[in-house]
T-cell receptor, first 114, second 110 residues
């Protein structure tokens, strides 16, 4: 079966532009997580959803970052007015049930801000 | 804020030697998970520990959760080249938030 997919896999953008990163979780998975991972570091929590409800957005670095999951399936992480420090691997993960914590990670989107 | 630390940061072992990575949380965790990430890949779930003092084994891998639910360890017996990668612990707080440690990168010399 299909795993978690993310698109685009690579995104190069100029400073000041907005970007939208998409995550397609495994079908039927209730929880969806967004992480940012710097090279040589562990995934850094950004936000997560149970169904369509955003449960915790305390990890979002500032108000340029937002996420939505309007129908409880696909999620979009949007970064407005990108800055060079936003360059990183953005990873999405999903899990089958609320508080069932085996997370399945997608391949990530490598964002480069020039 | 809540922190999850891991030691060592890097470990180089000869094939056949044992390997252990340690994970410590600044706060009590509801559970802890372990993930493995191969170079260029994404984190892959290995196991979840929930109970205080829990020990679980997967072939050559042994996972422990401390009595106070603030620390954990992963031990690999007789490492193989297929064990190469970065091992992350991830602690779940009481609010379903998962905090990853910085990882231990394992290199195995054949």
């Amino acid at each position: 079966g299909a795993g978690v997919s993310q698109s685009p896999r690579y995104k190069v953008t100029k400073r000041g532009q907005d970007v939208a990163l998409r995550c397609d979780p495994i079908s039927g998975h209730v929880s969806l997580y967004w992480y940012r991972q710097a090279l040589g570091q562990g995934p850094e929590f950004l936000t997560y959803f149970n169904y369509e409800a955003q449960q915790d957005k305390s990890g979002l670095p500032n108000d340029r970052f937002s996420a939505e999951r309007p129908e409880g399936s696909i999620s979009t992480l949007t970064i407005q007015r990108t800055e060079q420090r936003d360059s990183a691997m953005y990873r999405c993960a999903s899990s089958l049930r609320v508080s069932y914590n085996e997370q399945f990670f997608g391949p990530g989107t490598r964002l480069t801000v020039l | 804020g809540q922190q999850v630390m891991q030691i060592p940061q890097y470990q180089h072992v000869q094939e056949g030697e044992d390997f252990t990575t340690y994970c410590n949380s600044s706060t009590t965790l509801s559970n802890i998970q372990w993930y493995k990430q191969r170079p260029g890949g994404h984190p892959v779930f290995l196991i979840q520990l929930v109970k205080s003092g829990e020990v679980k084994k997967q072939k050559r891998l042994t996972f422990q959760f401390g009595e106070a639910k603030k620390n954990s360890s992963l031990h690999i017996t007789a490492t193989q080249t297929t064990d190469v990668g970065t091992y992350f612990c991830a602690g779940e707080t009481s609010y379903d938030k998962v905090i990853f440690g910085p990882g231990t990168s394992l290199s195995v010399i054949p």
